[in-house]
């Protein structure tokens, strides 16, 4: 797909849209139009970003040994990606956590924001687990501002869910997503209960009866959904019968969502929360968690996101709980740019199996030795790794978002 292409397509579609539905019979005002129609743009972008290269921890296999005290089962390590590293700031905000501290977990896009409040809550429900306590019962509250959300946040929990099952673990953990949209059991037709039931994923609660009859472990829903459930009589069994001791993890996602009046009813709407559970026997400190992509520009707004979650959870948080991505730098390039014969050049090779000879031509151009039957996108890789133009550009994009056009310009 040529994005540049397909915007002036949607641009151009747009712009007939307009000659078309705003007419002018007289032939000089119609004209005056379409010429202002096309003096300038009635769009913008396409935008190009890329996501940084975050620097790298240990794998969790090695990092969940050292927190946990003891060798968990290789099911467990498995099933939550063991050999995978972790990012850093991912490895701080689980330690940050699994420590007592309530973390603002503020990086970018693509971060692997969900991994670091997601592994301390299972780190917790697994140390229950090996001590016997894992019976029914809200140990996470996670709640989203939107739906779409929630439901990317249950598919990753029954990968997990699905992964311990395939590889025998014994330990197993339940969740639940409850909203507008879940069955309240069986029979309830209006909510498609049918359709819910068939979709169920592995260790899923899927009806609102279930839920309160064996409460899940992890609990997802919304703003509107928790005063709701704070409310209904029904619903007590998620906070009452001695399970309010259970809780512990309150988890907001895209917390810059969480400001003005809409952030002064989150805050009374958690304190609410907090005073139910504790009226409920909760007598140990919360472990909070902020996750958001855009709430921080840099070191110099720790202080200030701190004091911002601190007030919206009403529990402390410190500048140095206010976790950042590090990102790797990305290496100087040679001197030497690729021309624009080049880059058809490779371009035109990626679906080769074997180098061309233009391939091979800019390689030693380049003065990059590649194997002929080398794989041919890491040939290509390799030959941008030492392009001028091509470091320029990850530069830009890992640094803004940028119209693409504007950036094709800097680079060119």
């Not at 673990?169 to 068939?198: M, W």
């Not at 909070?288 to 919206?312: H, N, Y």
Request: charged share 30%; glycine share 8%.
């Amino acid at each position: 797909m040529n994005p540049v292409k397909l915007a002036r397509q949607v641009e151009e579609r747009y712009r007939r849209y307009l000659e078309t539905t705003f007419y002018f019979k007289d032939p000089d005002l119609r004209k005056s139009f379409q010429e202002s129609l096309r003096s300038g743009r009635l769009s913008k972008g396409p935008f190009l970003e890329a996501t940084p290269i975050f620097r790298r921890g240990a794998p969790p296999s090695y990092f969940f040994r050292d927190l946990l005290g003891f060798e968990p089962e290789e099911g467990f390590l498995d099933a939550v990606q063991g050999e995978r590293p972790l990012y850093r700031h991912q490895e701080d905000a689980i330690r940050q956590v699994i420590d007592g501290h309530n973390v603002v977990v503020a990086t970018g896009t693509g971060s692997g924001k969900t991994e670091a409040f997601l592994y301390p809550i299972l780190l917790h429900l697994y140390r229950e687990f090996q001590a016997g306590e894992l019976c029914p019962g809200v140990r996470a509250l996670v709640l989203y501002p939107m739906n779409a959300l929630a439901n990317d946040q249950r598919e990753r929990l029954g990968e997990i869910s699905r992964r311990l099952a395939d590889r025998n673990s014994v330990f197993r953990f339940t969740f639940g997503q409850y909203i507008g949209e879940t069955p309240e059991d069986e029979s309830d037709s209006l909510r498609h209960a049918r359709d819910h039931i068939a979709r169920r994923l592995p260790d899923e609660l899927v009806l609102r009866s279930e839920m309160r009859r064996k409460p899940p472990h992890i609990l997802l829903t919304n703003y509107s959904m928790l005063e709701y459930l704070l409310l209904r009589p029904d619903d007590s069994p998620l906070f009452d019968d001695g399970r309010a001791k259970w809780w512990m993890f309150l988890v907001l996602d895209e917390v810059h969502q969480y400001r003005g009046s809409r952030g002064i009813e989150m805050a009374m709407l958690l304190r609410r929360v907090k005073q139910r559970l504790r009226e409920g026997g909760r007598d140990n400190p919360f472990r909070c968690i902020a996750t958001s992509a855009t709430l921080v520009g840099g070191e110099q707004d720790k202080s200030a996101v701190a004091r911002f979650a601190s007030d919206l959870f009403g529990e402390p948080f410190f500048d140095r709980t206010v976790l950042l991505g590090e990102v790797e730098t990305i290496p100087e390039s040679g001197t030497v740019s690729l021309s624009r014969e080049d880059y058809g050049s490779l371009s035109g090779a990626i679906e080769s199996t074997t180098v061309t000879h233009e391939i091979a031509a800019v390689a030693n151009r380049l003065e990059v030795a590649v194997s002929p039957r080398g794989e041919m996108t890491e040939v290509i890789g390799r030959l941008l790794q030492r392009d001028k133009r091509a470091t320029q550009l990850r530069r830009l994009v890992t640094t803004r978002p940028g119209e693409l056009e504007a950036i094709a310009d800097e680079v060119f």
